[in-house]
């Protein structure tokens, strides 16, 4: 499963039923994660992890800075030295 970027609707996706998203916001020159959420049936296999990555790249490929106000978004960042920069 690859991350889908729903720029219009300010999320990050994957496809499960229901939906797997990592909801951000928008401002000057940041982004701020706000929501990562994964259906319980699917839980345990890294797909949070996926749409953190892909956030991530993209934050950093439009040179945005990172306000991780989700905790995982913020445990991921801790766990992950070559993202802090963003931050």
Not at 11 to 30: E, K
Not at 33 to 52: D, E, I, N, R, S
Request: proline share 8%.
């Amino acid at each position: 499963m690859t991350p889908q970027h729903e720029p219009d609707r300010q999320r990050f996706t994957l496809p499960t039923t229901p939906v797997s998203v990592l909801d951000y916001q928008l401002g000057a020159g940041r982004v701020v994660f706000t929501h990562t959420g994964v259906p319980q049936a699917y839980q345990g296999q890294g797909l949070a992890a996926k749409l953190v990555e892909a956030g991530l790249q993209w934050a950093r490929a439009e040179g945005l800075k990172v306000q991780p106000a989700c905790s995982y978004v913020h445990v991921y960042i801790q766990r992950h030295p070559e993202w802090q920069n963003l931050v």
